[in-house]
């Protein structure tokens, strides 16, 4: 793991042991040994992005202003995994924005943008990007993106194929990070990331933005699945009509949630698509994990 001093130089060091096992984004107290450094201590995390499932927990960044969520028109994402991952942001209270990439790719574009359009009604920032620079597309051309980022630490996450580390040559040119067309036979990404890489967008270091490898699955077993519903706004807004103060949303009588998805006409709606994620997460994470 590499650590970067005050004065901007990245030292190779190594956790003593489990309690200074450091991720990205940390600040650490470190000690230098030869030309290697070791960590001593890492400071309280102001939050730490992790998923986790039945076997290990994997720990993604800390230290997080936001997190930029990356689909991309082809490959086809999962919403599924792109709920969990904002379920994640948000037990943690680190601001999600979603964003679409390969705007190029006209036919799949819209069709994933339309497959959006639950997140943007229930008030998710949903960003319109096409990331592969073109000759005749100014390098600006990522709308709205950069004033995003500017001055903070975004954490860039999604699956293999989005275009994560194109956005970071696309910021940081000199990174030359690599990419690596997604394999049509799949139409998946190929983790061309292996690792998670902490860059600064400016030579005045107050932007930061964090590449990441594509994720497959992204375990949430450490919510409680009663804690759900107040971490998706869509429910959580229906939730408020429940008439028991604990309900699942699941079968009791007096939902909100479960009226609002009977009736067709009603002002508050839930996606049937939305619903079913949220109950197929709650039957996961009522699972006795042992
Ligand atoms: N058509 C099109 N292709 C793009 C765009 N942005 C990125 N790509 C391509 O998508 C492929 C995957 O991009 P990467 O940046 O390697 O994707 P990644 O998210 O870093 O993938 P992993 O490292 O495997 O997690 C590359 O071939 C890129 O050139 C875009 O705006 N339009
Ligand atoms: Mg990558
Ligand atoms: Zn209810």
Redesign the pocket.
């Known amino acids: 793991m590499w650590v970067e001093t005050a004065d901007g130089r990245r030292v190779i060091c190594h956790s003593r042991g489990k309690k200074t096992q450091a991720v990205v984004g940390d600040r650490v107290l470190w000690q230098a040994s030869q030309d290697e450094g070791t960590i001593e201590r890492i400071e309280e995390r102001r939050n730490l992005l992790y998923r986790q499932d039945e076997v290990r927990t994997k720990s993604f960044a800390a230290n997080l202003d936001q997190v930029l969520i990356?689909v991309?028109?082809?490959p086809d994402f999962s919403e599924s995994q792109l709920t969990r991952a904002l379920i994640a942001a948000q037990a943690q209270q680190i601001e999600p924005v979603i964003g679409l990439?390969?705007?190029?790719?006209a036919e799949p574009f819209a069709r994933a943008w339309s497959r959006l359009a639950v997140y943007r009604d229930m008030g998710y920032t949903v960003l319109p990007?096409?990331?592969?620079p073109?000759g005749d597309l100014p390098l600006d051309a990522t709308d709205g993106l950069e004033a995003l980022l500017a001055g903070k630490t975004t954490l860039?996450l999604?699956?293999?194929?989005?275009?994560?580390?194109?956005?970071?040559?696309r910021l940081i040119p000199q990174a030359q990070?690599?990419?690596?067309?997604?394999s049509t036979a799949l139409n998946s990404?190929?983790?061309?990331?292996?690792s998670t890489t902490w860059y600064w967008v400016d030579a005045a270091k107050t932007t930061a933005v964090i590449?990441?490898?594509?994720?497959q699955e992204f375990g949430l077993n450490h919510i409680d699945p009663m804690h759900l519903a107040g971490l998706m706004p869509d429910i959580k807004a229906l939730a408020s009509d429940c008439k028991f103060y604990n309900c699942s949303h699941l079968h009791e009588p007096g939902c909100g949630v479960i009226a609002a998805l009977k009736d067709a006409d009603s002002a508050e709606k839930i996606s049937p698509g939305r619903y079913k994620i949220y109950s197929e997460l709650f039957a996961e994470l009522s699972q006795k994990r042992y």
Not at 101 to 105: A, E, G, P, S, V
Not at 177 to 182: E, F, G, P
Request: proline share 5%; hydrophobic share 35%; glycine share 12%.
């Open positions: 990356l991309a028109a082809e990439n390969k705007r190029d790719l990007l096409a990331l592969k073109r860039v999604g699956p293999s194929g989005a275009g994560k580390s194109t956005l970071i040559n990070v690599l990419t690596n067309a997604i990404g190929k983790h061309t990331t292996t590449d990441s490898p594509g994720f």
